[in-house]
């Protein structure tokens, strides 16, 4: 329903900091509650942050919170993830993810509508 394309990945510096992109295109594309997941090699993919169609709440994992900081903007149909303060742990590959409930980004398992194919993070020491 909601096509999810990601980029600004690359490699920096632990401390560095690094802006992911997620464009989403689809007619009720506006309306979906967004988030950005990431997994490790050999890790489970997990949600790194999310939020609301409207803007109105923000959810964190507690390994980024206050470092990582969620945004979209409406107009241009974007989703944003300002990453600060990296570490070598925050390695692993982005993925961009729309969901109709926020409930649904958030639960374990996630189920997501939509996934985008991800964009390589990689953080030195």
């Known amino acids: 329903q909601v096509q999810l394309v990601e980029s600004g990945g690359g490699l920096v510096q632990a401390g560095g900091s690094l802006r992911l992109s997620c464009a989403a295109s689809g007619r009720m594309s506006k309306y979906y509650n967004m988030g950005w997941f990431r997994q490790a090699p050999g890790k489970e993919r997990e949600l790194v942050a999310a939020v609301t169609w409207s803007g109105d709440r923000t959810v964190y994992a507690d390994s980024v919170k206050g470092r990582f900081t969620i945004s979209r903007d409406a107009a241009r149909n974007t989703m944003y993830l300002q990453m600060t303060s990296l570490k070598p742990e925050d390695t692993a590959v982005y993925y961009c993810?729309?969901?109709?409930?926020?409930?649904?980004?958030?639960?374990?398992?996630?189920?997501?509508?939509?996934w985008g194919q991800g964009t390589q993070v990689t953080v030195s020491s």
């Open positions: 993810a729309a969901a109709e409930r926020m409930e649904l980004m958030t639960s374990i398992p996630p189920r997501t509508n939509s």
